[in-house]
């Protein structure tokens, strides 16, 4: 009894141990340029562009960025199938707001929907604004 007592409590601590190391690492964002911050994501080994100087691109960053920055799943993906250089969305120059307004609230490829909960009509055309850097 005594024995399984012991075996308990060195398991115990040793879970003890791994979830304070696990939490104990500085999740915080480092402050970055132009109001935004930049944070760390898959498994820290890469750093996310989180800054921004505009409000129609602080929408971006904090409605899209996570898929559509560097080492985003949209990046990833789009770099699979458009000609290299096309796939960060910021530095295309054939969007316009009606495409991306269109890709938004339909889906596109593996991009789902984006419903008006998640990003109301006002914020989309800011967004999509930005993204075709007025190109109508």
Request: glycine share 12%; charged share 25%; aromatic share 4%.
């Amino acid at each position: 009894m005594i024995r399984r007592s012991k075996s308990v409590a060195f398991a115990s601590g040793i879970v003890a141990t791994l979830l304070l190391t696990a939490c104990s690492e500085d999740p915080a964002p480092t402050e970055g340029g132009g109001g935004g911050n930049q944070r760390g994501n898959a498994g820290m080994s890469a750093v996310q562009d989180r800054s921004f100087s505009t409000e129609p691109e602080h929408l971006f960053v904090e409605k899209c960025s996570m898929c559509h920055r560097q080492v985003g799943m949209g990046t990833v993906l789009l770099g699979r199938r458009v000609e290299e250089g096309m796939e960060m969305l910021e530095d295309r120059d054939d969007l316009t707001p009606d495409y991306v307004i269109a890709a938004a609230r339909q889906g596109i490829g593996n991009m789902p929907r984006i419903p008006r909960g998640e990003v109301s009509d006002a914020q989309l055309q800011l967004i999509a604004d930005y993204l075709a850097k007025g190109r109508e």
